[in-house]
């Protein structure tokens, strides 16, 4: 369970998101809201990138107390990636397999379900938005999390990605891992199992769920 506490995240003294406190269940759930309402940087909060008052704490493990812990429980993937660019797919994708303790052969499955094999050994200032969406989702899938992040997750890619994409939501859900998407695009059309629905809104989180 993700559970935030007098979560306050602000720029300069302008407030940019209040939640007083939050828990979210095991599952897979869709964060809506307007460019600008602050997705994002809830996201990046929550992955423990970006500083913020309060406290955010994941099955326990707390962001400050329990860091390394904490993200090695909780993988990210942003809505527009960006890499080094003279580095590879294959080189960004070991190193984060490294960090995060992946499985063996895990990496390389991955590489396999995304279909990147062709182009992953090219630096990623050659990659077109497609590339390098797909780069970053694998990377979000690597290691044992308790909870994936996708920032907008199908964007840029074509039908057949997005519905790899859904297959391995689904799949990995079935391995008792949990999932915070946030899509501009009905998420309904990915055909997932959306347990419960929030959104962003002048800087305040409210439930959409029936």
Do not use: C
């Amino acid at each position: 369970m993700l559970t935030l506490h007098s979560f306050q995240k602000s720029y300069g003294d302008r407030p940019i998101l209040t939640i007083p406190d939050w828990q979210l269940p095991p599952g897979i759930h869709w964060l809506k809201g307007p460019n600008g309402a602050g997705k994002t940087t809830l996201f990046r909060s929550i992955a423990g990138l970006l500083p913020h008052e309060g406290t955010s704490q994941l099955n326990g493990l707390d962001s400050r107390r329990d860091a390394v812990a904490y993200r090695l429980r909780i993988n990210y993937a942003e809505a527009e990636p960006t890499f080094p660019p003279l580095l590879t797919a294959h080189e960004i994708i070991r190193w984060v397999a490294d960090a995060k303790q992946a499985p063996a052969r895990q990496a390389d499955e991955l590489i396999a379900t995304f279909d990147i094999a062709s182009y992953m050994h090219t630096p990623v200032s050659t990659y077109s938005s497609g590339m390098l969406k797909k780069t970053s989702l694998i990377v979000a899938f690597l290691g044992k999390p308790d909870l994936i992040l996708l920032d907008e997750p199908l964007v840029t890619l074509d039908v057949t990605a997005t519905q790899t994409v859904a297959r391995l939501i689904e799949s990995t859900h079935r391995q008792s891992v949990s999932f915070l998407l946030s899509s501009h695009q009905a998420m309904e059309t990915a055909q997932l199992p959306i347990d419960s629905v929030w959104e962003i809104w002048g800087g305040r989180l409210s439930s959409l769920s029936a």
